[in-house]
Every structure is written in C-alpha cells, then in structure tokens.
C-alpha cells in the first residue's frame, strides 16, 4: 500500500505509525509536483495528504485511513476490547490530536523570531501545558499511552509529541515535560522500540531537512 504525503507531516505519520502497529507493509509517497495537480486531485479533491492506496481502494483523511487498517486485519487490534478499553484509547487519542496538536502546530506561524507574535506564544504554551497534565493524568503507566501494547492512542500520540520535543524548544520551552513521569517515559520509549523508533527516525530527518538542519 501506498500512503501519499511526506513523513513529517502528523496527519501522515499517524497513518504510518497504524500501519507499521498493524504489521501492513507500505511505502511514503510524495506527491509528484504538489497536491493541486489533476493527477493528485483524482486521489483527493480536497488536494491533502495523507491518501492511502491500497490496491483499489483510495482513501483520504487520516482518521478514516486508522479505522480502514483496522478493519482490515483483526490482528494486532488498535481498538482494545472490552468497550472501556476501546473507549479509553479512543479518549486519550482524541485529547491529543484535537486538543493537545492544534496548540503545538499552531506555533507553526510563529517560528520566525524577528515576526513573533509573543502573547500569541505564551497562550499557546499555557495551552499545552494544560493539555499535557490532562493527559499525564489519564494515560497508562504502562509502556504505550493506553497499556501494554499499542492501540490508536498512539497512532495520535506520537507524531504531535515528536513535534513537542523537536519544535518547542525553539520557543524556549525546553523543560514541557519536566515532571510529567509518564509521559517523559513514554517517549524515551517510543524512541528505542522497534515498533516507533523507525517512524520517528524518518520524521527526525525529513523535518531536519525542511528546517535546515
């Protein structure tokens, strides 16, 4: 299977991330000439990554990709059973792509020192800070975010916390996770584990590569 976008890309590495726990074998596809061209267009009129294709079938949003790879295989299940597992995994999942990612990417427009916009800065980083005790708090003691083994918790944990511990120095904010236990361990994790380690090194040196080193 084929997932269209770039690696560093949270959206995208999200559906990599679900592939690589699912066991699917697949390859990160850029987009040849942008996401406007007809020929990307036929893939996604909306014109954004990611797109999976997966023989016949084509789809678009990462979060419906999720749900595609895990309805495609019962192995290696993403959705924990019973329903308060599923549902758990579910919640953490949601508090970081829809809470915790809009205020981390949001500093995106602001990385530039000399149009920095400080106030801006600060109600960004007083939101992730709120956001990431919420989460220190619900989330598992346990190796991945919502226990033992991963589940699609993890499929929207990891590319934003990726993002926090890349991006957020670059605003000062060196210490975000400075008493936060668990989630200091989960990426310490993340990064030795065969399972996340090989997605992460991808997304390291594709956002070097952007950024200039």
């Given amino acids: 299977m084929d997932i269209y976008g770039v690696i560093y890309s949270p959206f995208a590495a999200r559906v ?64 924990p059973t019973p329903a308060k597992a599923g549902a758990e995994a579910r919640l953490l999942g949601a508090l970081f792509a829809e809470y915790l990612q809009p205020s981390v990417l949001g500093l995106w427009q602001q990385i530039d020192p000399a149009k920095r916009d400080q106030a801006v800065v600060d109600a960004k980083l007083t939101d992730v800070a709120r956001y990431l005790d919420i989460i220190e708090k619900r989330m598992s003691a346990k190796p991945y975010c919502a226990g033992a083994k991963p589940t699609i ?19 000062g904010a060196t210490n ?19 399972l996340t380690s090989g997605v992460l090194a991808q997304m390291d040196a594709a956002l070097q590569q952007v950024m200039g080193g």
């Fill in 153 to 171: 918790a993890d499929c929207y944990a990891l590319p934003v916390m990726f993002f926090l511990t890349n991006f957020m120095p670059r605003f």
């Fill in 16 to 79: 990599a991330f679900a592939a690589s726990f699912k066991g699917f074998k697949y390859k990160i596809v850029a987009p040849k000439d942008g996401t406007k061209t007809p020929a990307f267009l036929k893939l996604n009129p909306l014109g954004k990554v990611p797109v999976l294709k997966d023989g016949k079938v084509v789809l678009f949003e990462s979060s419906v990709i999720i749900e595609y790879l895990e309805a495609k295989s019962k192995k290696k299940r993403l959705v």
């Fill in 176 to 194: 975000l996770l400075k008493g936060r236990k668990k989630l200091t361990k989960y990426i310490a994790f993340a990064r030795k584990n065969k």
